[in-house]
């Protein structure tokens, strides 16, 4: 009858445990690892890792921040879990999440023993679920959504550097005739063609974005008041081209609201701005 001694409980623990697990001295230096960790790395036996550190191994392309880390786990002996990070495994950029803890011996810190988790799929999902959020489903292009966070970015980068930005509103005039008259999937080509067309124009500098219903917005960061004028013409050129969809011709005019940012330094008060000259442009049409 075979005793359960230490030994033998740990290493089933070290194998049962879902994560690579390693243990390093106090110079940072592997003294072992579990068989989850080396089967990760493709490592045959522990001993290609036993006295050296992760510089040796060359797993990470910056390895400084791993370093900061474990010298802070073993001069302070505290703890540090999950922290996000990269490496290198077989020749692909893996994304992991470590933790770290001082091993004690006597009340002195004498090294840490770690483990980490392959994040990289969860990530990836996380990815792909928040840039399709972010996605308008009709048009392709940016949503509200995408637009509330874009557009703190730009104030942010005006309140660093001074860098001032332009928001133009672009309504589509009529655009309910055309729905009643052709119908509403007519009426869902109309805006994706019109979608397309400020994309091309937004493309080099700007970001384009479905701000409601058939309303687009477009944010410009701009280098001279006629810089503003001529991406307004470009705009406009760009919504009022004729259109030939499906078999039908078709020409819609469009108001467009613009608000420079320095005239108001917030964002709420800019959009309302920008709304109120797109509507005064639009009355007096009609």
């Not at 959504?145 to 970015?153: G, H, M, S, T």
């Not at 980068?157 to 928001?167: E, H, M, S």
């Not at 052709?182 to 080099?204: C, I, M, N, P, W």
């Amino acid at each position: 009858m075979h005793d359960i001694n230490d030994s033998v409980l740990l290493e089933n623990i070290l194998d049962l445990f879902p994560a690579g697990i390693f243990w390093k001295d106090k110079e940072r230096r592997f003294m072992g690892a579990n068989q989850m960790f080396l089967d990760y790395y493709g490592l045959d036996s522990v001993d290609q890792i036993i006295g050296k550190n992760d510089e040796d191994m060359g797993w990470h392309i910056d390895p400084e921040p791993y370093r900061r880390v474990e010298l802070q786990v073993i001069n302070s002996g505290e703890s540090i879990r999950d922290v996000p990070g990269e490496c290198i495994v077989k020749g692909k950029l893996r994304k992991i999440s470590a933790s770290k803890c001082p091993i004690y011996s006597e009340g002195e810190v004498v090294g840490l023993i770690g483990y980490f988790m392959d994040v990289t799929d969860e990530m990836e999902e996380l990815d792909r679920l928040s840039f399709l959020s972010q996605i308008d489903d009709l048009t392709g292009v940016l949503n509200r959504r995408a637009y509330n966070d874009i557009v703190l970015e730009y104030e942010e980068q005006y309140r660093q550097n001074k860098t001032d930005f332009v928001l133009y509103l672009v309504d589509m005039d009529q655009y309910k005739t055309v729905n009643d008259r052709y119908g509403h999937e007519y009426g869902d080509l109309f805006l994706t063609s019109v979608a397309q067309s400020l994309s091309a124009v937004a493309a080099e500098n700007s970001v384009l974005c479905r701000y409601d219903g058939d309303e687009f917005a477009i944010i410009h960061q701009f280098t001279s008041e006629s810089d503003i004028a001529i991406m307004k013409r470009r705009i406009m050129r760009a919504v009022e081209g004729p259109r030939n969809l499906d078999g039908v011709k078709l020409s819609v005019k469009a108001s467009i609201g613009q608000a420079i940012y320095s005239e108001t330094e917030s964002v709420l008060t800019m959009e309302e701005l920008a709304d109120k000259r797109l509507y005064e442009m639009k009355k007096n049409k009609y």
